[in-house]
Nanobody
Framework: VQLQASGGGLVQAGGSLRLSCAAS????????MGWFRQAPGKEREFVAA????????YYTDFVKGRFTISRDNAKNTVRLQMNSLRPEDTAVYYC????????????????WGQGTLVTVSS
């Protein structure tokens, strides 16, 4: 299984970025997809997840209303649209794939991408 994340970069506070993650190696639609992030000196934390069909989405409180997760099962891709970015959103963002049990925990995912760095300047 390979997960290739892209789309990170440097953006000013209030700006937007869209992260993408391309998956290969197993049936994409059979797995929950998630985004986590890890800031320097901090543990990896849950950001958002989406069910296998895309009908259900999950967000952590600090991104609700600002971030949107979506998936395209025909293209084996999951995206994270990030709006109204804040300096505290600065982190390496990882996409993850798994059964999603539990959906908000690292333990719910068995494959991880390499991460893409998002830096939000004030």
């Amino acid at each position: 299984v390979q997960l290739q994340a892209s789309g990170g970069g440097l953006v000013q506070a209030g700006g937007s970025l869209r992260l993408s993650c391309a998956a290969s190696g197993r049936t994409f639609s059979a797995y929950v997809m998630g985004w986590f992030r890890q800031a320097p000196g901090k543990e990896r934390e849950f950001v958002a997840a989406i069910s296998r069909s895309g009908s259900m989405t999950y967000y952590t409180d600090f991104v609700k209303g600002r971030f949107t997760i979506s998936r395209d099962n025909a293209k084996n891709t999951v995206r994270l649209q990030m709006n109204s970015l804040r300096p505290e959103d600065t982190a390496v963002y990882y996409c993850a794939q798994g059964v999603g049990v539990p959906v908000r925990e690292v333990e719910g995912y068995d494959h991880w991408g390499q991460g893409t760095l998002v830096t939000v300047s004030s």
